[in-house]
Nanobody, 123 residues
């Protein structure tokens, strides 16, 4: 079964750091764009950062200079290093990726979401 599994969320104080990980599992043939999104209570899900298969990164203005997205293609994993965290960064963080995979002899490309991991920043 193809899926994305996140880890690394938790509770951290203002100014602290966390590192999120998201690993793709299953019969993965290729991973194209990968990214992190977040959703705070009562708000819409928003883009945090994306990274292409070639390593080009894009960030929301609110996290530029504080967050760094990276990927390890050999491990089918994307990371989000979050520094200088603020209470407004509190949200459920979701991993997203375009995965090409094999199933039953066929080849497919679909967009997947992880289950989400809670990040809470106390003031």
């Amino acid at each position: 079964q193809v899926q994305l599994v996140e880890s690394g969320g938790g509770l951290v104080q203002f100014g602290g750091s966390l590192r999120l990980s998201c690993a793709a599992s299953g019969t993965i043939l290729n991973i194209y764009n990968m990214g992190w999104y977040r959703q705070a209570p009562g708000k819409q899900r928003e883009l945090v950062a994306t990274i292409s298969s070639g390593g080009s990164a894009n960030y929301a203005d609110s996290v530029k200079g504080r967050f760094t997205i990276s990927r390890d293609n050999a491990k089918n994993t994307v990371y989000l290093q979050m520094n200088s965290l603020k209470p407004e960064d509190t949200a459920v963080y979701y991993c997203n990726a375009d995965l090409r995979y094999n199933r039953g002899g066929g080849y497919y490309t679909n967009n997947y979401w992880g289950q989400g991991t809670q990040v809470t920043v106390s003031s």
